[in-house]
Structures are given as C-alpha cells and as structure tokens.
C-alpha cells in the first residue's frame, strides 16, 4: 500500500482521541519500524529466558495451566468452609481467603469497632478454632492457599501453620502465599495499623521465620491490584507495584537476608482491567523490568530470584451494577487478558460483585469462564501467543519506559517509604482517578449501560445477605473461648509478644505460640498497638 494510499485510508477514522485506558496513544497501524535497536532484540527472546518478558516458563501453559484460586469468605468460619468444598468439587485448584474488616485490622469480633462488619466483606477469623474448622475437611498438605492479610498477616499465617501441624502436615512441603503487602496499604486500601516503619520489621521478621520453617511458602504477594482499583495508570500499576518491591528487597537485606535467599519466594498481584492489549503488554512490562531489576540493583544470582510469578484478579472497579450480566462478557475479557499475559493464578470476579458478595451460583459461573478459556479458546496452547505483534511489543515498551521514570523519582524522593509518607504515590492515584472519572462524564470513556447504551431497569438479579444473627454467635464463640482457655498461659504468651516487639528479636515464634496457646487475633495486635502505636494518615491536598 503506498503512502497515498494510507492517507486517503486514514482520512475515513473517526474524529476522537485513541489512547490505551491508562493514556498512552495509539498509532493507527504499527510495523516492524517501530521496535528498533534494542526493543527488536527484545521482542524476540523466548519464554524462560531472562528478561522473562515471554513468560517465566519455556512451556508455559503446555506445562501447567494456572492455578484458579477463587477469592472466598463470608460471615462464619463453617460457611465459608462449605463455600470452598463447594469450589474445590466444581474444579477449583487453590483456595483463596477473604477475611472481614476487624480480622484485617486486628479488632476481635466483639470490639466495638467491629460492630456490623462481623463476616461482612469477608470470614471472621478471631482465634485457632475459627481457623480450625475454616479448613475443617481440607488436607492443607494437597492444597495451595493465598490469604489475602496485610498488617495482621504474620498472625494468620501462624494460624495457619498451627492448623497444619494439627492435621500431621510436612510444614517444608506446605505452600501458599500470605499477602503481606503493607505498603499498598498506606497507598491505597487503607486498611494497616500500626506506622510504615514497625510494618515493615513485621513483614521482614515474616520472610526470616518461612526461610527457616516454611521454605515453599511466598511470604509476600507484592500487590499492584488496589492500586489499580484505587484509579492508577497501567503504567503506575506496575512503577508502584515495583517499588514497593525494592522497598521490602531494600529492607530485608538490612536485616542481614541475603537476596537469593528471600527473593525466589516473592510473588506479586496484578489487575486484570479491561483494555486487553494494554494489559497483556503490562504483565511483560511488569516482568521484564522486575529481572533487570533484580540483576542490576541487586546483584541476585539465582534466576528464579529475577522470575516475576504473579496472580491477577479481574477489576472489580470495572463491575458496574447497572445491567450486572455485562459484567460476565467484562470478566471474560479481563481473565483472557490475564492468560495472554502470563499469569501464574487467577481470580475472576463475579457478576453480582458491585451489589454484594457473589451468591454460589455467580461464584460458579465465574470459575466457569476461567475454565473456558483454559479449554476451549486454544489460547493455552502456545507459550505469549501475542508476542512479536508489533502493537503489543511498542506497548510492552511504552510501559516500561514510564514505569522507569516513575520509579527513578521515587528514588530521588529516597525511596517509597519516603514517597508514601510525603503523599507523592498517593497522589499521582488521585489524579489519575480523577482523569479517569472525568473522561466517564465528558462522554469520552464510554462504559456500557452507564454513560451510553443505558437501558430501563431489568429485573433484579438475585444476591447475599450476610444474616446479621451471625455476628451475634460469632461474639458469643469468642467470648466463651476466653472463658475456658487457660487464660494464664494465654497472658503469658502475649506478655511476649510484646516484650519481643520492644527489642528485635523476630515476633514470629513468639506470636506463633501465642495463637497456640489460644490468644486472639485481637489480643496479640493490641500487644503490638502498645509498643508501635497505631497510623493515622496525613491528609494530602
């Protein structure tokens, strides 16, 4: 086609802005002229290879599918645990645990605070008998299990390890991942407790305690996932993500951690939102840089210590409750994103999401698109089938290249703990958010059923209800445990605690007995509140 040609072709486009949804414009057309040099070399290495841009794998999914780990938890450790039977017999590969408010941020479920949110947005967890019978049934030695638990993860995590040893299980062959990504918290969920600086000993004094006890577990799900939903770029996804990753490498290896000691077991935690090139080009970004990363900056050795392993999770901002079955054709979209890109686990979120949590039938139909992607789209059968697409390697490349410039301020600020505490990270969100919303409003970013294609009101579709008779027998169970413990032996162990978190000696054995010897999920954050205090956000204008 001559260039005539192409101009007269182009006048036909229509007359708007084409960008990716995190703003980076689009050519009409892209050709092998557009990856020179260095991004030509790039575009051509292969899976398992470093810089891992491919996938982590030579083989990828012709090896081994994913891992579908649906995200589950609701109002008692008992209805929960039917939930995951319920999964685990429709096909699910891993287990996936959400937690409520007062567990996240360390309240028992009789405190004050938790007052209404008891098993709400996730399982109340309060002592070693709730987590017993939250995995009554489940061989925890023939299943993978994430938690998703930030600033209380070090005492879940020993909660877990405790029903293990109870059920015989071989603590060196356990595995999982516990979240224990505090510094998203400060950037954009909110939910942490005590400051950044005593945080950041929890999480270390966690990745010290697994070398030695649970040597397959991930210690950290490094999360870009609630920066995304708090309104980030794609490209600030991946520079924040990374960052908060330097910073957990940076402080580990302050402790005297060696990097190929700690570094194979990190993993991280991506979105998966609705712009499809854009995303399958992130996780190769995300990738790519993540090895250099760990190469370059920090001399490590050991390849996997430079293989970003990730889980994603469809974009529950993206759910809209207006006409909620669109959000199954959104999903579907999102999840193949995720699969093109590499992912090691997935999530998929449910239709009914924006108006509650997922019935069981929502739940199921959700798993189901997971595996109709696995088994009938044929997207598995090649390892990066989008890799050398000239779109989707100039995309790769753009997205790199601001996360570079992201991650190069932020070190000129002295790194993301300094960022989060001055408010810059948070407030590039903000504006992106802004942005974003903005274009919803102004017509620009049409989303379906919202701000175009709007249709009357259908006919309600059916939801949960968490019973709020629940959080009543939930108070009772945790009071009546107190009441029959051996309560000196209890005070004695979270005297510990506390007395370990004055000085630095690691907290992890110390919390470890104390779950054992029945003390709660309250008591032992309580302990910790009284030596590191608690957080509170500064205001950013």
Aim: glycine content about 6%.
């Amino acid at each position: 086609m001559t260039d005539k040609t192409i101009k007269k072709a182009l006048s036909g486009e229509r007359k708007e802005r084409f960008t990716t949804l995190g703003g980076i414009p689009l050519k009409t057309v892209y050709t092998r002229d557009d990856l020179a040099g260095e991004n030509a070399k790039a575009s051509i290495s292969v899976p398992g290879e470093f810089p891992y841009t491919r996938g982590i794998y030579p083989t990828m999914y012709r090896g081994r599918l994913w891992t579908m780990r649906q995200y589950a938890g609701f109002g008692t450790a008992a209805q929960s645990n039917e939930r995951y039977r319920y999964l685990l017999a429709k096909g699910q590969t891993g287990l996936s645990v959400a937690f409520d408010l007062p567990t996240q941020i360390g309240h028992d479920s009789d405190h004050v605070r938790a007052s209404g949110e008891v098993g709400k947005v996730g399982v109340a967890i309060d002592s070693l008998e709730d987590m017993e019978t939250l995995f009554n049934g489940i061989p925890l030695d023939r299943v993978s299990t994430s938690m998703t638990i930030n600033a209380t993860a070090a005492i879940l995590l020993t909660l877990y390890v405790a029903v293990a040893k109870k059920q015989g299980a071989d603590l060196r062959k356990l595995s999982g991942t516990i979240q224990n990504d505090i510094l998203k918290e400060f950037i954009a969920r909110g939910t942490y407790i005590y400051p950044p600086r005593p945080s950041m000993r929890i999480v270390t004094d966690l990745f010290a305690w697994c070398r030695a006890e649970l040597p397959a577990w991930n210690t950290i799900s490094i999360s870009g996932y609630h920066i995304r939903e708090a309104g980030s770029t794609a490209a600030q996804e991946v520079a924040f993500t990374l960052a908060d990753a330097i910073a957990y490498v940076d402080a580990a290896v302050a402790v005297g951690l060696t990097v190929d000691e700690f570094a194979p077991r990190l993993s991280f935690f991506f979105n998966a939102h609705n712009d499809l090139l854009e995303e399958v080009a992130k996780y190769r970004a995300a990738r790519r840089l993540w090895a250099h990363l760990m190469r370059d900056r920090f001399s490590a050795k050991n390849s996997a210590s430079m293989m970003l392993r990730f889980h994603a999770q469809t974009a529950g901002s993206s759910l809209t409750a207006q006409q909620p079955e669109n959000n199954i054709v959104r999903v579907a979209i999102q999840a193949l994103a995720a699969v093109l890109g590499g992912c090691q686990s997935l999530h998929t979120n449910a239709m009914d999401e924006a108006l509650a949590l997922p019935t069981e039938d929502a739940a199921l139909l959700a798993l189901r698109t997971q595996q109709i992607v696995a088994y009938e789209t044929g997207v598995v059968n090649t390892a990066d089938p989008l890799g050398g697409s000239y779109a989707i390697e100039t995309l790769t490349n753009e997205i790199e290249s601001r996360a570079k410039e992201y991650i190069a301020r932020i070190d000129a600020l002295g790194g993301m703990l300094r960022a989060i505490e001055t408010g810059y990270v948070q407030g590039e969100i903000q504006k992106a958010a802004y942005e974003y919303q903005r274009a919803i409003e102004r017509g620009e970013q049409i989303v379906v059923g919202v701000n175009q294609f709007v249709s009357e009101k259908g006919a309600p579709i059916p939801t949960l209800r968490v019973d709020p008779d629940l959080e009543r027998a939930q108070v009772k169970r945790v009071r009546a445990l107190r009441a029959r413990r051996d309560s000196a032996r209890t005070s004695a162990a979270v005297a510990e605690v506390e007395r370990r978190a004055r000085f630095t000696e690691n907290l992890m054995p110390a919390i470890a007995a104390a779950v054992e010897a029945h003390a709660t999920v309250g008591e032992i954050s309580d302990a910790l509140r009284r030596v590191f205090g608690e957080y509170t956000e500064s205001v950013v204008l």
